[in-house]
């Protein structure tokens, strides 16, 4: 059983095995388990909240859970500060892993780079889920400013019901815990633009993903509003959308429709 890459035993990573890999001279930490085809999750901004959204993979596909470098237990990569070095690094890992095709899920940041991977890297991508993506601009259904929202607060940003998140919270003070959030925090701001985590060309890059796509959206989303969601819809050739009902940002950790959903949805091919 291992516990979180940071030492937080409150995050607790199953049967998943850990493995680390050397990509151009970054620790890259890799949880993988499971057998089938296989399935790589490309996470947000924060890896801090467990991983539930798992629930169940592991039994129909070969799982893979990496951690973006400058985030969890992957090192930071001074190089590494544009979502098209993220997707380098990605189809480099890939190759490392021995994965010439696969399915691909990501959520918030990590359904931003999920996207621009699959639009560049079509062939390697069989099928496609968006989970309450960042990187489109919808001037009607503006992101949150997060800079604007203080630390206690960003929980209730994530969840409806943020009492899911409290097991993963640290009660008292503890500085590795406080450590790890301002590593990916500092990642994170790496690719912001005008404070926001987008990219203007959205629309056009979304034009070149052919991988039958499911975008999936959380009804209560404080960070993205669900309003974003059909404008992805329209945006991706062959997607199919689907809001769930009282869930927030992190929609995959939150409701097990929506988990069911992406089993579902990837197991048809």
Known sequence: ????????RRVDHGTYSQKVFQVDGTQTVVYQNGTGEPLVYLHGAGTWHGIGFAEKWDEHFKTFLPHHPGFGGSAVNPEI???QSYVDHYAKLFDLLGLNRVHLVGTSLGGYLAAEFAARHGERVRRLVLACPAGFDVEDHPQTDLSQV?????????MQNVGNLKPFLPTES???????RRKEGNSASRLLLNGKLINPA???VLQHIKSPTLVIWGNNDKILPVGQAEHWQRALPQSELHIVENAGHLVLDESESARRMVREFLLRG
């Not at 203080?150 to 994530?158: A, C, F, G, M, R």
């Not at 503890?174 to 790890?180: G, I, L, Q, S």
Request: hydrophobic fraction near 30%; proline fraction near 13%.
């Open 81 to 83: 500060g544009s979502m």
């Open 174 to 180: 503890d500085e590795e815990f406080h450590a790890m």
């Open 202 to 204: 959205m629309p056009s």
């Open 1 to 8: 059983m291992n516990s979180s890459p940071f030492g937080d």
């Open 150 to 158: 203080s630390p206690e607060q960003i929980p209730d940003y994530l």
